[in-house]
């Protein structure tokens, strides 16, 4: 096999997303009401979501038919390239092979429009007119304003207001695709007006962009709430990403022995490595799966799986899951989608069973492998991404010691044309490395909610 890129035809795209739920020795943790302790149904949700989308969260079903109108918009991009990554192998003088699923293709540039696509459509489906959702550095807030625009749905976009001042070249894609976008926090709802009336000047965070986006639409009546990550229906959607690659490697002839991808709400790893994560699960294989996180979020590696609120202000249902406390804020890294306290439900389940293993590390060597990576392949990854580029480096380089030719399979979750400031400073050697000791980690593991958790 010589190929460079491994590529599948539009026929060839998954017509089913996979449910891994239907697969687990044990079925997940249920998510509780925070003021009963009871577990939450459907109907609770229901001011927030789609019917469709809530079902989707608690399915059992294996495997979920992707809709024609989702796969047609699907086509705009997918099936994405798995690239075997030659001159990096070379370049590294591993006898590894590695390959690479890259995500950067899509019109946002990262894996996000595979769920942001289904969710504008089951919206829409629901008669829903508007849906509003927070972003960071704007990743997601693009990728759903993509998605709304070809549905024909009003998009509103909180976005974080330090973001919203420093990078403005996504907020501007938003824009371009009809999306709204406002800073948060903003005067348009309580949330908001409560943080402004203490602090005028208030850089915003994440936490407080989901209580105004919440907010917003639990009051309105034609308007939905939209997540990037986190839960089971987005983990779904991801899937159509490992699919892909596992017919790729049947068309190479190959299968991994490892696999690696980023983790910051778990949603890119999830939808790479589940299929495979399967096969480990149901067929005994033996492939290794690696999630990656930063040590200035260290949530699997550093954290506690107890029951805790999806944000900061303390608004979500309590979600069982590996967490370091709501009201952590981790320190300022250039993966701006890392930075996120908890991790998927599905993501921590598979790590507390063992299927799974997880690893940190700092944004210095991170950006010292995707340097490596984009001088041999071309292509720039976003600085999240890079985590995954790294871990791959260090199994390629451990081959070399042992002489082993390993299969290493990673996830390119997206490109960092938005990102050139961090490798500016990186280059310039003006990256600050951050880990946090036991003790600073213990202040916000001490908040955790008592509902659910046994003392
Ligand atoms: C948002 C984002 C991530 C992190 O989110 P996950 O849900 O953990 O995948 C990783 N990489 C890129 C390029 C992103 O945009």
Redesign the pocket.
Known sequence: MTETKILLSEDEMPTHWYNIQADFPKPLPPVLHPGTGKPIGPDDLAPLFPMELIMQEVSQERFIEIPEEVRDVYRLWRPTPLIRARRWEKALGTPAKIYYKWEGVSPAG???PNTAVAQAYYNKRAGVRRVTTETGAG??GSALSFACNLFGIECKVYMVRVSYDQKPYRRIMMETWGAKCIPSPSNETAAGRKVLAKDPNSPGSLGIAISEAVEEAAKREDTKYSLG?VLNHVMLHQTVIGLEAKRQFEKAGDYPDVVIG????????AGFAIPFVRDKMVDGNKVRVIAVEPTACPTLTKGLYRYDFGDTACTTPLIKMYTLGHDFIPAPIHSG??RYHGMAPIVCHLYDLGFIEARAYRQNPVFEAAMSFTRAEGHIP?P??AHAIKAAMDEALHCKESGEAKVIALNA??HGHFDLTAYQKYMAGGLEDFEYSEEELQRSLKNLPRVGNSP
Do not use: D, I
Not at 262 to 269: D, K, Q, R
């Open positions: 990262s894996h996000k990743q997601w990550s980023c983790v910051g709400g778990g949603s890119n790893f989608g890392l976003a999240e991404t979750s997206g």
